[in-house]
């Protein structure tokens, strides 16, 4: 295992930023930036052995800027909606940024976690390297209360597993929900295809619906019977053709809902499986956190071109965010998502990379 650090272009402020490529012994890497812990590439092989990288990215961070769809990025304090940009929390009303259509709190606000620059402490390692990010957030950032401590480390295996490993710690009750918004594409960001072909099996009997601005209604729904239902195998593009008639499909233009993971009181466990038959590329995902957010990139308007040199559009990745539901602090019926002061946020998400020679 080694890791490289590369300059990877200069902020608009004048800062520099760097780039963190973590290879391993048969040559797959991944690639992080200390600018909003973004993901730049995963590259594994496919059947044939060629590899590609299987997000999307972009060859220095100026194609990060302005922000476009949160590609990559480490989200912060609060992943996902916040309804209104209101809450209330221990009885004191929090007033947060509405940065989605001037109505929702979306991804930590107007400067979230995505938009900061990380202290990074690399370790090589025998078998895995581990890149440690640390980021302080002050009290009251994006009206979020307590100074909250966070680390993320991310670790690469020689298996071409990728773990990352979310802790955090406030001294004020506050909300706190990390993720990560990579949209993945297992044919390879150089492809150009679409991820219609892909299969997607989610461990998870049931899904969280939402109104006509994808905030939850505070029902949680049993996927037997509708689109959302993906407990074996299912080839995305089929559900997708379904959006026109049905109305949770409609409200997110193709599916972007939140999914909860069967057994979170077991830990880390299975959560999802996507196969592309074409390249014979496979992901298991693993999580000790409640819930997924599946989106099927619905909404992905690039600006600058990719890696490949294309510009991204419908449809061409996706992603899963494991998380708390959204608008959790709303809901007292969902799994709360308030960290409380003193008490370790602490969560898991794996994701491991295959090939099924057999496709």
Request: proline share 4%; with cysteine.
């Amino acid at each position: 295992m080694s890791i490289l650090k590369k300059r990877f272009g200069v902020l608009p402020d004048g800062r520099e930023t760097d780039l963190y490529i973590l290879t391993n012994a048969s040559g797959a890497s991944v690639e992080i930036t200390n600018y909003g812990g973004i993901i730049r590439a995963i590259n594994v092989p496919d059947k044939s052995g060629k590899l590609d990288s299987v997000v999307l990215g972009y060859n220095d961070v100026n194609g990060y800027i302005p922000t476009v769809g949160y590609i990559g990025a480490l989200i912060g304090r609060v992943g996902n909606r916040i309804a209104n940009g209101e809450c209330e929390l221990n009885g004191q009303k929090l007033h947060l940024a509405k940065n989605e259509g001037g109505v929702t709190h979306l991804h930590g606000g107007d400067i979230g976690f995505n938009l900061k620059l990380w202290d990074v402490t690399p370790i090589e390692g025998i078998c895995e390297d581990h890149l440690i990010m640390k980021y302080v957030s002050p009290d009251g950032e994006e009206g979020y209360p307590g100074t909250l401590r966070v680390m993320v480390t991310y670790t690469f295996t020689d298996e071409n597993e990728l773990m990352l490993r979310y802790e955090a710690v406030s001294d004020k009750d506050t909300l706190c929900n990390l993720t990560n918004h990579s949209y993945f594409n297992l044919c390879g960001e150089s492809s150009g295809k679409k991820i219609v072909d892909h299969t997607f099996e989610l461990n998870c009997d049931t899904f969280t619906v939402v109104d006509e601005r994808c905030i939850p209604t505070g029902e949680q729904r049993d996927v037997t019977g509708t689109p959302f239902d993906f407990r074996k195998p299912t080839r995305c593009g089929d559900r997708l053709d379904m959006t026109p008639n049905d109305e949770q499909l409609g409200f997110g233009h193709g599916i972007d809902h939140n999914f909860n993971i069967n057994d979170f009181e077991a830990g880390l466990r299975f959560a999802a499986e996507v196969v592309d038959p074409d390249s014979g590329r496979v992901m298991d995902v693993f999580t000790d956190m409640p819930a997924v957010q599946f989106y099927s990139a619905n909404g992905l308007e690039g600006v600058h071109p990719g890696r490949s040199g294309r510009v991204y559009g419908v449809h061409e990745g996706f992603c899963l965010e494991t998380q708390f539901a959204p608008d959790s602090i709303n809901h007292p019926e969902f799994i709360d998502s308030v960290l409380r002061a003193g008490e370790k946020y602490d969560f898991t998400t794996i994701f491991a990379f295959d090939v099924a020679e057999d496709l």
